[in-house]
């Protein structure tokens, strides 16, 4: 799949956010807790990463119903089982395979998952991104892992999980999301120290609440989950405002030079990454749940020079890190952007540098700096990762001419309805799902 941008075109209007990628996909695998009805509603349908999920759950006898114009799905779930799938049916291309294990375990004291995949960003021990915590949790709720060419095998050999302490080496959004799941259901008491609880965990907490678990959480990283011993009851939930994609267009408006209003921000789920903005010399100006980005938004008339950090939750997300290196290519002077939690997530940067004049940025693991302001000219790329195929769709859109960006669905897997937004607000992106032609020289 590729995209060819005619770009050039100054953005004008408004746009919606839609229901955020890391809630959406982990409220689906929580739904699948229970027998009775689920509706989630402000879901993404049309995002890649959702739409996998969704196939692989219907494969394992799940019924979701999936309402595209009113973004809804309905989620009905009296039978749940990975077992028969035939080898290539474990082949999902998303990162949370290992959230729908304990809708299985819970019934029946086994289950099978694809690997878990998503965007290669390096990360765990020996580059790839690990998955031995999310062992650790089953392991710890008494369950043994066996490890296949084509899945993952859990079995609870007492038919059920049985509560127990999960101690976090480190930070883990997917850690923290499996362990609560897997509590909810287990029999006993289970202790998560050293949680990470983002806006999206909260999400799914406030949904496993609704469908009857019992959780409390104490400070921003203790939680105490007493299970349920079995499956939880139905529930509604609307998902939360994807708060990456709320700064993807904001940033979009700000080095475009275009006028749009951005609704449905998630402002309490991204303080600090706005307050960054606001020390870059930009003016929000915003309602309780829009901001309006145009030209006079930059105070001094263009964006300060800056250096931003990214680590964990309230402060600015790796997956916000290159939205903030566009920034930086159009500031007034060198900017540069660390990026802590994974310092491999460089390699958007020689495609980036595909658009730009020698020396406008360079990347070590973990630092990118730019030297602006900087101008984009077209030029055709590879897409390395989600984040960074969107960044270098954001290029682009902002050069003069018709550039083309190859494996597009990289970026199509987090932004819902991508190429209908950009053209509401005259910008020009034709996705074609097919192999990029080759390059006639
Ligand atoms: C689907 C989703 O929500 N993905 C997000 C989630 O990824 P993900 O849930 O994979 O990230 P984690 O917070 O778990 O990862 C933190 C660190 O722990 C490592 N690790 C993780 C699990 C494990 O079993 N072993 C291990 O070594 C990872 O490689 C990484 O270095 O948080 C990342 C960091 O904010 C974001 O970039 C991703 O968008
Ligand atoms: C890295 C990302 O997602 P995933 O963990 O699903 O690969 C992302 O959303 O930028």
New binding site residues.
Partial sequence: MYATVEGGNVPSGRVQVSGA??SA??LLAAALLTQDHVELRNFPTSLV?AQHKVRFVQSMGANVRVDEAGQTIAVDTPHLDAADLNSDGYDVP???T?LLAAPQLARTGRARIPY?A??K?????GG?????????VWEALGCEVTETPSYIQITAPRGEMRGGSIDFP????????NALLCAAVAKGTSTIFNA?I?P?IDDLIELLRRMGADIVVTGNSHIVVTGHSGLLGGAHMSVMPDR?EALTWIVYALISGGDLMVKGVPFSAMQVPLIHLEHAGVDLMGSSDSLYVAPESLKSGSIQPFEVACG??PGV???MQPFFVMLGLLSAGTSRVFDY??PE?IGFVQELAKFLPLGAIEARPGAITMRGPQRFSAAEAESTD??GSMSVLMAALCANGTSRVNNVELALR?YDRLESKLRSVGADLSVHDAPAPQLVR
């Fill in positions: 990628k890391n996909t982990r990463d998303i990162r949370t290992y878990p998503g965007c960003i390096g990360g765990g021990a790839g991104r690990g998955y031995d915590l999310h062992v650790m480190i930070s883990t959004v997917g850690g923290t999301e990470y983002t999206e990456i964990t939750h997300i790796s997956d939690r994974y997530r989600l984040r987090g």
